[in-house]
């Protein structure tokens, strides 16, 4: 079953949401040559917990850190540990939080130093068929609307599209119904009704759409050509006046930049 939300209960997905965008503007603040992907977990637990929220992915499935944290060929679930980032690494860093009972999920993918041109256009494009799916959020039209949006626009620029993984509703729990691919037809899929929640997440492969699950660490999803992979990610609002973005990027851009999505000084 599809929730809606009232308005109160948006405007508490916004709060958890914030704390989301201002968590990752903390981990932005951090990403240079030589931190540990651990550091970088330790310190969004921190900011988190300090703050009062709870870090929604520790525990999740016995996911054991605060973060996702995705490096290069690694599309999601990457578990924070020694590795110390590079000079021309991309990093996807996915953070969830609750608090007062309500979910906020975001990701955004960082570049480190000096990125390969072509990597950078994964970056960009992967970044705006976010926006892109988010203009076709409309209340009226399906699911598969934005679907059909996201792919259509990774595709016309040459990066391929993640099959295994996919968007989800998103409330009082981190997954609810329904599942939002970034891939589909045009004008299939669940209605989009006022109240809808849902986390839009493309995730797009410069090489080919095919990925693999770590079998040894059970979470770990790499693009199976191994080349480099991006996601990006907002919790929305379907509203009558059109999607209600509850997540931000702003304080993250305050960070980083915003084009070419954010490559630290
Ligand atoms: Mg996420
Ligand atoms: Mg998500």
Redesign the pocket.
């Known amino acids: 079953m599809i929730s809606l939300k009232t308005d109160e209960e948006i405007e508490l997905m916004r709060v958890a949401n914030l704390m989301v965008g201002a968590t990752l503007a903390e981990v932005a603040k951090n990403i240079k040559t030589g931190v540990t992907t651990r550091q970088l977990d330790k310190l969004a637990e921190t900011y988190i917990l300090d703050n009062k929220g709870v870090p929604l992915f520790k525990g999740y499935n016995g996911f054991p850190n605060a973060l996702?944290i995705s490096v290069n060929e690694v599309v999601v679930h990457g578990i924070p540990s020694d590795y110390q980032l590079k000079d021309g690494d991309i990093v996807s860093v996915?953070?969830?939080v609750k608090i007062n009972g309500y979910c906020g999920?975001?990701?955004y993918t960082f570049a480190v130093g000096e990125v390969d041109p072509k990597v950078r256009k994964l970056l960009q494009t992967t970044k705006e068929s976010l926006y892109v799916g988010i203009a076709a959020a409309v209340e009226g039209k399906r699911i598969g609307d934005i679907s059909h949006a996201i792919q259509t626009y990774c595709q016309s620029r040459g990066f391929t599209v993640v099959r295994d993984l996919v968007g989800h509703g998103i409330g009082t729990e981190m997954h609810e119904e329904p599942e939002v691919p970034n891939f589909g037809t045009k004008g299939s899929g669940p209605l989009l009704k006022s109240g809808m929640c849902i986390?839009i997440?493309p995730m797009i492969n410069l090489g080919k759409k095919k990925v693999q699950f770590d079998k040894k660490d059970g979470w770990t999803v790499r693009a199976a050509d191994r080349r480099p992979s991006a996601h990006y990610?907002h919790t929305i609002a379907i509203r009558p006046e059109g999607a209600d973005i509850l997540s931000s990027f702003e304080l993250i851009e305050k960070v980083v930049g915003a084009n070419p999505c954010g490559l630290p000084k």
């Open positions: 996702c996915d953070c969830g999920d975001s990701a986390a997440e990610e």
